[in-house]
């Protein structure tokens, strides 16, 4: 139980603008082992430029990250230098992107893109590399005989599945994921949050989900948080916040949701 | 004779001092890419220019230099490079790997061990190992700074996966000292292990790209493999057809259009050298036979 006490990873006011215009504003959250947290917002809010910070792609003006790792303690990500950031991505973290290409190797085969972060961490057999590649296809719903056909042959949310096993498969205790249903079609929307939320719960990892999506968010996260121009300007319990929303803003966002 | 036109081994001195302040860099961190300023060669890129701005920076006039192209002493590559070296400085020049104090190679390391003192000068196409993998410099070199090398293993899977074998053939990926990855020059994979502890100099430098790395003697050098699909070298199906070697690189040679063929030594001094000493294979001229009997 003690581990559950403290927060995977503690954000304490993180600053970003580009050039006079500010894009987080003192934005502070907490997130903890094995819990969803949804991030809303309409476009422009800094919710993507939050998500790029805390991956360490895009550097914040001030701030703080305190991350609870497993293998080296707690760790101050912006202070941190850049071997030890990219070694703890890469042992502990995943990152989803929206457009799958931009987050697999399109020319290469889907085994191998599932094979890559294993082949970083050092995993040097042929055979096991391949036999839980084969495992990982199978549990994101791709035919086992696709192992050596290329991304690009796929379709887009073959794709997207692709991409999330390829960050699953080094059993992240963290994965960041960027509007991971954007740009697909409903049905398939829906058989990729069915997804999501059995394997984010089998594997206990901790998410951090964007998303303008209000359904996408209510389906998934545990917990929200409502960004407007950089601020978040609302937190808490999913259903909660969607079913009373205080905050004006957050009361519109709700509203223009469309019904069916 | 020497040139009096030029200065010595064509380069001014200024040009000659910086490529070897670049070498020494290089030396002391074995497969690192050293950037250094390159200057226009009278020959185009991709035939040679680095390797022989590399000879030139450390030739002398007592040096003995062979130069070989694919294995040969004798193509249109070795002999250009070879008589401009020997109209630019005067120095001897040879064919025996032996004699040689400084080898300028193309695609080939020669089947002669080398010795201790020699110096192996490598013509580099493209130095990044990383290069078709990860398309921006920046990038690559923060992955050598980082020793993130697990992308390459990625295309070796690939390799496994089309082909059941690991297909890459020449320009095999090597691990240097436990510490960075290298691109050995379009060696074939033959060569590779040869570079592993080797007593001579090896340089290599990339004129295009304006690189020059190196391995000191006795240097580290691990070809990257799996566990379950451990590096292996080339093997022929036969001898060499006119000096009965099983121990050296084979070129293929198609002889009439009824599928005949003969494999024989890619390195003609090696070969050469054979034959003097009496050895024979299936196609030795039949005279030559005849007086060994």
Same mark, same amino acid.
């Given at each position: 139980?003690?581990?559950?006490?403290?927060?995977?990873?503690?954000?304490?006011?993180?600053?970003?603008?580009?050039?006079?215009?500010?894009?987080?504003?003192?934005?502070?959250?907490?997130?903890?082992?094995?819990?969803?947290?949804?991030?809303?917002?309409?476009?422009?809010?800094?919710?993507?430029?939050?998500?790029?910070?805390?991956?360490? $792609?895009?550097?914040?003006?001030?701030?703080? /990250?305190?991350?609870?790792?497993?293998?080296?303690?707690?760790?101050?990500?912006?202070?941190?230098?850049?071997?030890?950031?990219?070694?703890?991505?890469? $042992?502990?973290?995943?990152?989803?992107?929206?457009?799958?290409?931009?987050?697999?190797?399109?020319?290469?085969?889907?085994?191998?893109?599932?094979?890559?972060?294993?082949?970083?961490?050092?995993?040097?057999?042929?055979?096991?590399?391949?036999?839980?590649?084969?495992?990982?296809?199978?549990?994101?719903?791709?035919?086992?005989?696709?192992?050596?056909?290329?991304?690009?042959?796929?379709?887009?949310?073959?794709?997207?599945?692709?991409?999330?096993?390829?960050?699953?498969?080094?059993?992240?205790? /963290?994965?960041?994921?960027?509007?991971?249903?954007?740009?697909?079609?409903?049905?398939?929307?829906?058989?990729?949050?069915?997804?999501?939320?059995?394997?984010?719960?089998?594997?206990?990892?901790?998410?951090?989900?964007?998303?303008?999506? +209000?359904?996408?968010?209510?389906?998934?996260?545990?917990?929200?948080?409502?960004?407007?121009?950089?601020?978040?300007?609302?937190?808490?319990?999913?259903?909660? +916040?969607?079913?009373?929303?205080?905050?004006?803003?957050?009361?519109?966002?709700?509203?223009?949701?469309?019904?069916? | 004779?020497?040139?009096?036109?030029?200065?010595?081994?064509?380069?001014?001195?200024?040009?000659?001092?910086?490529?070897?302040?670049?070498?020494?860099?290089?030396?002391?961190?074995?497969?690192?890419?050293?950037?250094?300023?390159?200057?226009?060669?009278?020959?185009?890129?991709?035939?040679?220019?680095?390797?022989?701005?590399?000879?030139?920076?450390?030739?002398?006039?007592?040096?003995?230099?062979?130069?070989?192209?694919?294995?040969?002493?004798?193509?249109?590559?070795?002999?250009?490079? $070879?008589?401009?070296?020997?109209?630019?400085?005067?120095?001897?020049?040879?064919?025996?790997?032996?004699?040689?104090?400084? /080898?300028?190679?193309?695609?080939?390391?020669?089947?002669?061990?080398?010795?201790?003192?020699?110096?192996?000068?490598?013509?580099?196409?493209?130095?990044?190992?990383?290069?078709?993998?990860?398309?921006?410099?920046?990038?690559?070199?923060?992955?050598?700074?980082?020793?993130?090398?697990?992308?390459?293993?990625?295309?070796?899977?690939?390799?496994?996966?089309?082909?059941?074998?690991?297909?890459?053939?020449?320009?095999?990926?090597?691990?240097?000292?436990?510490?960075?990855?290298?691109?050995?020059?379009?060696?074939?994979?033959? %060569?590779?292990?040869?570079?592993?502890?080797?007593?001579?100099?090896?340089?290599?430098?990339?004129?295009?790209?304006?690189?020059?790395?190196?391995?000191?003697?006795?240097?580290?050098?691990?070809?990257?493999?799996?566990?379950?699909?451990?590096?292996?070298?080339?093997?022929?199906?036969?001898?060499?057809?006119?000096?009965?070697?099983?121990?050296?690189?084979?070129?293929?040679?198609?002889?009439?259009?009824?599928?005949?063929?003969?494999?024989?030594?890619?390195?003609? %001094?090696?070969?050469?050298?054979?034959?003097?000493?009496?050895?024979?294979?299936?196609?030795?001229?039949?005279?030559?036979?005849?007086?060994?009997?």
């Amino acid at each position: 139980m003690n581990t559950i006490e403290m927060p995977l990873l503690n954000v304490e006011g993180i600053e970003k603008s580009f050039g006079r215009q500010p894009a987080c504003r003192d934005v502070s959250l907490e997130l903890w082992p094995g819990e969803v947290l949804g991030i809303v917002g309409e476009s422009g809010s800094g919710k993507s430029t939050l998500l790029k910070i805390l991956a360490g $792609r895009l550097a914040a003006d001030a701030g703080r /990250i305190h991350y609870r790792s497993a293998g080296e303690g707690i760790v101050e990500l912006l202070g941190a230098s850049e071997a030890q950031r990219r070694r703890l991505m890469r $042992r502990e973290w995943g990152f989803v992107q929206q457009h799958a290409r931009d987050g697999l190797r399109m020319g290469f085969s889907a085994g191998a893109n599932i094979g890559e972060p294993m082949m970083a961490l050092g995993q040097r057999d042929y055979g096991s590399l391949r036999n839980t590649a084969k495992d990982w296809l199978r549990a994101v719903e791709i035919p086992e005989e696709r192992l050596d056909d290329a991304p690009r042959t796929f379709s887009g949310g073959m794709q997207q599945r692709l991409q999330i096993a390829r960050n699953l498969v080094t059993h992240p205790r /963290i994965v960041l994921m960027d509007e991971p249903t954007g740009g697909l079609d409903v049905s398939v929307q829906a058989r990729l949050l069915d997804l999501l939320r059995r394997l984010v719960h089998e594997h206990n990892v901790a998410v951090i989900l964007v998303t303008h999506d +209000l359904g996408v968010a209510r389906l998934l996260a545990d917990r929200l948080m409502v960004m407007r121009r950089g601020q978040v300007v609302e937190a808490g319990l999913t259903d909660q +916040l969607l079913d009373d929303p205080q905050h004006a803003y957050t009361q519109l966002l709700v509203s223009s949701v469309l019904g069916v | 004779m020497t040139d009096q036109d030029y200065n010595f081994a064509f380069l001014d001195e200024q040009t000659k001092r910086m490529l070897r302040r670049a070498i020494l860099k290089a030396v002391a961190i074995p497969g690192y890419q050293v950037p250094f300023g390159s200057r226009e060669m009278p020959l185009p890129y991709g035939w040679g220019t680095g390797g022989m701005q590399v000879t030139a920076a450390v030739i002398g006039a007592d040096d003995v230099l062979k130069v070989i192209d694919q294995g040969a002493d004798d193509t249109t590559n070795a002999v250009s490079i $070879r008589r401009f070296f020997k109209r630019m400085t005067g120095v001897a020049t040879t064919e025996k790997t032996r004699e040689a104090t400084l /080898i300028q190679t193309r695609h080939r390391v020669p089947e002669t061990p080398l010795q201790a003192g020699q110096i192996l000068v490598y013509q580099v196409p493209i130095p990044e190992p990383l290069r078709w993998l990860e398309p921006r410099e920046i990038e690559t070199r923060i992955m050598h700074a980082l020793s993130e090398y697990g992308v390459m293993h990625v295309k070796l899977y690939e390799d496994i996966a089309r082909h059941g074998h690991i297909s890459t053939a020449y320009d095999y990926p090597v691990l240097v000292n436990g510490r960075y990855l290298m691109r050995c020059s379009p060696i074939p994979k033959f %060569d590779t292990p040869k570079l592993h502890m080797n007593p001579a100099l090896q340089l290599f430098g990339a004129g295009r790209e304006k690189r020059i790395y190196a391995l000191p003697p006795h240097t580290d050098v691990k070809p990257l493999d799996f566990e379950d699909h451990p590096f292996e070298i080339e093997h022929w199906p036969e001898p060499c057809a006119l000096c009965g070697a099983t121990d050296s690189f084979l070129d293929e040679v198609i002889l009439d259009d009824k599928g005949g063929r003969m494999f024989v030594c890619s390195d003609t %001094d090696y070969c050469g050298e054979r034959r003097e000493a009496g050895h024979r294979g299936r196609m030795s001229p039949p005279e030559t036979l005849e007086a060994a009997e």
